[in-house]
């Protein structure tokens, strides 16, 4: 099996940046895809960025500009980089992957995931 443990989350004020860290252990081989998403609360679990196998990434509308999402491959870590952070962009942030070729943002098309790290961001 695989397991994702995210890190890096904080609290910070608008404007500022912070970079997460999502390290994969297990089986991760077959893992084709990558990504990051997140839930404030009210709202529906929404995809913020993935990142495939060919380095093909995709990323939310509401990040795109702002977010960076790369991957060490010799280090099984998946990172995002958050610049420019907006109150909205408060939430928890969880790191999910696939065995799929394809990469979408929907939640729905990932199998494994990590338990979230939190994002806090103040006016």
């Known amino acids: 099996q695989v397991q994702l443990f995210e890190s890096g989350g904080g609290s910070v004020q608008a404007g500022g940046s912070l970079r997460l860290s999502c390290v994969a252990s297990g089986y991760i081989n077959s893992m084709r895809c990558m990504g990051w998403f997140r839930q404030s609360p009210g709202k529906e679990l929404e995809g913020v960025a993935t990142?495939?196998?060919?380095?093909?990434?995709m990323y939310a509308d509401s990040v795109k500009g702002r977010f960076t999402i790369s991957k060490d491959n010799a280090k099984n870590t998946l990172y995002l980089q958050l610049n420019s952070l907006k109150p909205e962009d408060t939430a928890m942030y969880y790191c999910a992957a696939d065995s799929t070729w394809a990469c979408p943002l929907a939640h729905r098309g990932y199998t494994y995931w990590g338990q979230g790290t939190q994002v806090t961001v103040s006016s």
């Open positions: 990142f495939n196998v060919d380095g093909y990434t």
